[in-house]
């Protein structure tokens, strides 16, 4: 598929990345105005196109007394002035049919997480919304499976869909990338790479998902060089304090320097 195609990314004019980053969920709006400010100017200065992420609620926890959210719309509508102070486009993840409407009021990409990726309702709900639909791979489903969830989405009337690896599972408690995925998934949609939820270690016994950041680099680089379209993060000003997943974020204090880095293997790749 060709970007152009996408409204909200149709103002990639180079071979570069884009990007999806932001914090896991939205803590408050102070916060993810922070973030989104410091990423957009990065972002704007490596000319890297940006979508602003975060989740206006966390549905799949470990345990009861993890954190949620702030309230559903409480979230959405920062999601929103994020968009319009910033003019960027915002993606945050959906659960459940009656979430799809009601997120497409505030945000341009709706994401199918990885392990609802085969719902086909929820698929179907999110394409009818007439948004981008990003599709998690599920960490259980064989890259050439998803062809079948892009094709949900397109038979449904919606032609703007994204397509995310971000691990398979490889024992209980441990996620590993199989970057022979990347180019066929190509085949059915744009690939964005998850560099930090890739690096999750699910299932511990304390309840709470563990993971390796200081991999993120790595990740990220194998994912550049072999043409990946898109990069997705999580990043925080302070990953221990952050209220969901802040084993596997990336400090936003490294940020700059990793995507500098990542930009200049992105042009050694594809020559621009």
């Known amino acids: 598929m060709d970007l152009q195609s996408i409204p909200q990314l149709n103002h990639i004019s180079s071979q570069n990345f884009f990007l999806l980053a932001g914090p896991c969920a939205i803590e408050g709006e102070q916060m993810a105005l922070e973030i989104a400010e410091k990423i957009a100017t990065i972002a704007d200065k490596l000319k890297i196109p940006f979508i602003f992420k975060g989740s206006f609620k966390k549905a799949n926890r470990s345990r009861l007394d993890s954190f949620t959210g702030i309230g559903d719309e409480k979230a959405l509508k920062i999601l929103d002035k994020v968009r319009r102070e910033f003019q960027i486009p915002t993606v945050t993840d959906i659960h459940k049919e009656s979430d799809a409407a009601l997120a497409a009021t505030f945000v341009d990409v709706l994401q199918i997480p990885a392990f609802l990726a085969r719902q086909t309702d929820l698929l179907v709900a999110a394409a009818k919304t007439g948004k981008v639909v990003n599709i998690k791979k599920g960490q259980f489903m064989n890259p050439s499976a998803m062809k079948h969830a892009v094709n949900k989405v397109k038979e449904s009337g919606n032609e703007q869909v994204l397509i995310t690896e971000r691990g398979s599972m490889f024992g209980y408690q441990d996620m590993i990338v199989d970057f022979r995925g990347i180019p066929e998934m190509q085949k059915y949609a744009p690939v964005v790479l998850d560099i930090t939820h890739s690096l999750q270690q699910p299932n511990q016994n ?25 990069l997705f993060l999580e990043t925080h000003p302070n990953p221990s304090l952050a209220k969901s997943d802040g084993a596997n974020m990336l400090p936003l204090e490294k940020l700059e320097n990793l995507l500098m880095r990542l930009v200049q293997i992105r042009e050694v790749v594809v020559g621009f």
């Open 206 to 230: 304390s309840g709470v998902t563990g993971g390796k950041p200081e991999l993120i680099e790595s990740i990220a680089r194998a994912g550049i060089a072999v043409g990946v379209d898109g």
